[in-house]
């Protein structure tokens, strides 16, 4: 949900109720209603899987940065230590591998942090200085939103409305 | 949904039967082991004698070590008394009969770790009011039973073959004048002798068992009457075990396998044993569970308990590979002959026949279960979690073999039939003593307080 600027696209749910919205879920989407997405003010078990929506691949791409630390950090020392001026360091070989375990294991560690919070803030549209885009401002207190897009339906804007009211919600906007 | 939803925890109760088919297979197995260790002693006996030239070039070596302790040379008598595995002691012969001790020791070290990490296991659960583990913790409950057999083995190795497992208890080490003196050892006297060693061993064995009975007896008594009063008194075992357990595994560690090389130390060494029985321990408990769950039995626990097992197993896996390697690099990096000694023994020394196994132990306890169990999805798979769970125990019995072996036995080891009698026999009694226990209460703790949550239990 890249832009939410006042469309008129979406009608919003409000739900009171945290089991509520999460049966909620699956009666609007029994009836046909594609949902876009739920926004709650803390996370709710089970509330990802009845939604849908697909596993992150987030942990791929920590692994991929991981093995790129790795190799970084190696392809360093190594230029360092082995071939651009090789040192001995207490009378062992140049190519000391157990003592660069730990710089790689550090390398490591680090690239797979920064890189994984760097694709977290892009693929969440993320950056310094960026206006928060708040459907609700009650979902960061004690409201559960459930948000449909009208445009990706095929059913009208009354029967969203009335599937929302039927299951539930305590109030249904549009914005 | 999983078909949990309808369980109601206050009345199902849910026996595992011991069947005479098992019991029967397990003591054929048992038997086997037996048999095979027979040979393996009469190959041994038989093989011992076209062995002489390296067992005499290892004793030439001990007399050279020996004699070099004796003249003050320490640093040189570190090296060469430890190249020569502080075995035979000057003056003796070597017997082909101390590779059986050795595994006999080996094994009861082993799996009294196993064992102990059951208690562990549910004491840690208790003391961090744990909820997804009560489903579970039936199982590591019935483990320390296994202590009534690998504890009085301990002693009686000790107690009447000693001197074959440790280089401290040689004749005449601590006697100033006699012919086998040994400075370095007789410094370390005031810890390493025999009382003191049978006091800590029948002292924290003792706690650790009438710890054990406390808690079985709270659990069952638990399982009658319901409420959270015993949960609190079961929270407070936790906690006292916990503490025991932190001072004496520390102190087992020194005094069953670190004082074997008795002229080395590592200040390392009681968490490295440590965190290679932990990881043993939580293999074996969801390998029990994996195989309940395949007989039928503990429906209720699904992949999302697996799930953290396998979490536990590979961190742990983790943990151990970072005590094992800060030991490794802190003395390479130093260098210190008497400290590395150690490593060579196992690299290079013995005509590198200890040199596979080192490669195995990596492999097996770091490399293999890291890779295995990475994906969320294998920590959630049953053939996933067993592959990992034979890496982690046939390797860390390889780390164990690591451990106790270079030092009896030096150029004498190897992997042979005793080894594979041995670890049989031991395996076996295990399996039959733990399913036992375990026919002795309902599989699920169908009073603990925290059932509900484990029950819904969701990651």
Redesign the interface.
Known sequence: MKTMSSTNNYILGVYDDEDEVLHAVSEVKSKGIKIEEVYTPFPI??LDTALGHPRTRL?IAA?MFGCLGLVCAQALINYTMVFDWPMII??KDFFAL??W??ITFEGTVLFTAFGLVTTFCISNDLYPGKKPEILDIRITDDRFVMAINVDKNKKSAADIKKALKDSGAVEVNVK | MAGHSHFSPANVEEHFEFSSEGKKRIIYGFIAGIVALIIGIYLLSKGESGGHEVAAAGHEAANAGHEANAAGHEAAGHLSGGAASHQPAAGEHYDWTNRIWANVWLNAVFFTGISVIGMFFVSLQYLAKAGWSSVLKRVPEAFPKFLYVTLPILLAVFFFKGDVIFHWMHHGVTEVGSENYDKIIAGKSGYLNKPFFIARLIGFGAIWLILWNMLRKKSLEEDLVGGTEIFTKLVRIGVAFIVIFGLSSSMFAWDWVMSIDTHWFSTMFGWYMFSSWHVTGLAIITLTVLLLKDKGYMSYVNENHLHDLGKFMFAFSIFWSYVWFSQFLLIYYANFPEETIYFLERWEGHNKIYKTSEILNILFNFLFPFLVLMTRDAKRTRIFLKIACFFIISGHYIDFYQMIMPGVVGPHGGYGLVEFGMLTAFSCAFIYVISDELTKASLVAKNHPFLPEALHHDI
């Open positions: 078990h089970g942990p692994f207490g009378g157990p003592d375990i730990p």
